[in-house]
């Protein structure tokens, strides 16, 4: 089955740097990657996704990036504020498999003041 | 429109106890499923489901049981409780097989 590793476990970055998150998977049939927020105690929330056939998408600070040849695609949040302190967690979808995703580990991220 | 809401928010069982988390959604989503949280293993898939009366395996059913007679709820049952299955239990629906996935606000289950 598919396979999603992320790094780093944790991230602790100033406000205002931007923050890189990786995720890597290993199914070539999987086409869409979602991302997802969760802060302590609530629920993930969905923040960005990207399908297959799109090699980058941006929503204001955030982007998403995916290389389908390395089995690639990474978060990038720019002018990072202390609001974004969560756990973001990649995922990944495999076409006709349903809406059944594979989430990666966590990324732990910590904007300091 | 209170989107995908879960009852209860806690719950403390015993061992070899049985109980049943529900999950509920007004957006008349067809997909529908079951996702558990443990720290430092992201969510796993429980049990999905991609319509009334239709259900299937995620990657770590055994344990649970679930139907689907209705196109709004999806509940989840534990038969027999074992401490494993102490965790955070998250429902998420979406409109079709190929659509986003949105998640209610989780059940927090603790077997003794």
């Known amino acids: 089955g598919e396979n999603v590793e992320q790094h780093p476990s944790t991230l602790s970055v100033q406000e205002g740097d931007s923050a890189v998150i990786k995720c890597t998977y290993s199914d070539s049939a999987s086409n869409y990657f979602p991302w997802y927020k969760q802060e302590l105690g609530k629920r993930p929330q969905l923040i960005i996704d990207?399908?297959?056939?799109?090699g980058e998408k941006k929503d204001q600070r955030i982007a998403v990036t995916l290389n389908k040849t390395a089995k690639h695609f990474s978060l990038h949040i720019t002018e990072t504020q202390p609001e974004d302190s969560a756990v973001y967690f990649c995922?990944?979808?495999?076409?006709?498999?349903?809406?059944?995703?594979?989430f990666g580990t966590g990324t732990q991220l910590k904007v300091e003041l | 429109n209170a989107g995908v809401t879960q009852t209860p928010k806690f719950q403390v069982l015993k061992t070899g106890q049985s109980m049943t988390l529900q999950c509920a959604q007004d957006m008349n989503h067809e997909y529908m499923s079951w996702y558990r949280q443990d720290p430092g293993m992201g969510l796993r898939l429980i049990h999905y489901?991609?319509?009334?009366?239709?259900?299937d395996q995620g990657e770590v059913p055994n344990g649970y049981n679930v139907s689907r007679s209705t196109t709004e709820d999806f509940p989840l049952r534990l038969l027999s409780a074992a401490p494993s299955q102490t965790s955070v239990y998250f429902c998420?629906?979406?409109?079709?097989?190929?659509?986003?996935?949105?998640f209610g606000s989780g059940t927090q289950l603790s077997v003794l």
């Open positions: 995922a990944a979808r495999k076409a006709g498999g349903g809406n059944k995703l594979t």
């Open positions: 489901s991609v319509g009334a009366g239709i259900t």
């Open positions: 998420a629906s979406s409109y079709g097989t190929n659509e986003k996935l949105f």
């Open positions: 990207i399908r297959s056939n799109v």
